[in-house]
């Protein structure tokens, strides 16, 4: 853990309380946490992801601060990770909380931002050395009403699905609506590859996997393979040639088994060389 933390563009100590008893993003939910991966100081893919900032603000009726600025909040992440000596490859975790109010029901739309840092093993991407075990939650979906939303639920798919005794079944588990269409895992996005055609679900969730998720389908184009978006099932999930997760902090991680179906991983090892090679030279 990083000695220390970023309220509101001040360093704080990361072992001391810099929260109070009456936050409402750990009251009530009313809140929204957006992971980044980054390196030498710089956030990949920045400009996308502080555009999503201000869409999620705005989204959730909060203010956007007079001093959120691209260049202000850039050079806020730089010098906290001056600050914890990091500097290379490292994750940020960037919260945006509505400030305190007497009343469960706020009129107070401003916001405060609190940025968490943490060094990473590897300077970039790397593609994991074990292929993962993969199965479907069924004891567990996601509610339309937050598709049609497309925000970050307020309860954690991590602790129901750590709470639930199948948990040790697979390494990664896929989560449906309840239509049994698959959307997502609670981190990332799933790829899906027959032959030249990827398919991924119609509904990403929630909209920060995007900016990620759109970055690799187009390298995935000019590798001259067809994207389709779909509903997938678990009757699909057999005819695949390969399964692989994308987020923005892992990268991508490749699927070896879905119960006895077994997968390749030559696309997911050729489309990382390309990623990392784009972010390396700023080719973003």
């Given at each position: 853990?990083?000695r ?17 008893a ?21 956030v ?21 601060p ?11 992440i ?18 945006v ?8 029901l706020?009129?107070?739309n401003?916001?405060?931002?609190l940025?968490?840092?943490?060094k990473t ?13 993969i ?22 798919e ?12 697979a390494?990664?588990w896929l ?21 030249k055609?990827?398919y991924?679900p119609?509904?990403?969730l ?24 779909a509903d997938?099932t ?51």
């Amino acid at each position: 853990m990083a000695r220390h933390l970023m309220l509101n563009s001040e360093i704080l100590p990361a072992d001391k309380p810099c929260l109070f008893a009456n936050n409402r993003g750990l009251k009530y939910g009313d809140a929204f946490t957006i992971a980044l991966r980054g390196n030498s100081s710089k956030v990949f893919l920045f400009d996308q992801y502080f555009e999503l900032f201000i869409k999620y603000i705005k989204k959730l009726k909060m203010e956007v601060p007079v001093l959120f600025k691209k260049s202000i909040f850039e050079t806020d992440i730089e010098l906290l990770l001056q600050k914890n000596r990091i500097y290379q490859g490292f994750k940020a975790e960037v919260t945006v909380f509505r400030n305190a109010s007497e009343t469960k029901l706020s009129n107070d739309n401003t916001v405060s931002i609190l940025i968490t840092v943490k060094k990473t093993e590897k300077e970039w991407f790397q593609l994991n050395s074990k292929g993962l075990k993969i199965d479907i939650a069924d004891w567990f979906y996601i509610p339309d009403f937050i598709s049609k939303n497309n925000i970050i639920s307020i309860f954690s798919e991590e602790l129901l699905l750590s709470n639930n005794l199948h948990f040790a079944d697979a390494d990664q588990w896929l989560l449906t609506n309840e239509k049994k269409i698959i959307l997502r895992t609670a981190d990332a996005v799933l790829f899906c590859v027959k032959g030249k055609s990827v398919y991924i679900p119609k509904t990403i969730l929630p909209n920060y996997y995007k900016v990620f998720a759109n970055f690799v389908l187009g390298i995935l184009q000019e590798f001259d393979y067809q994207i389709y978006k779909a509903d997938i099932t678990n009757s699909d999930l057999a005819e695949f040639d390969e399964l692989f997760l994308v987020d923005p902090v892992n990268g991508i991680r490749w699927c070896l088994a879905y119960k006895e179906k077994r997968y390749f991983h030559k696309t997911s090892e050729n489309l990382l060389d390309s990623i990392n090679e784009r972010l390396q030279n700023n080719q973003v």
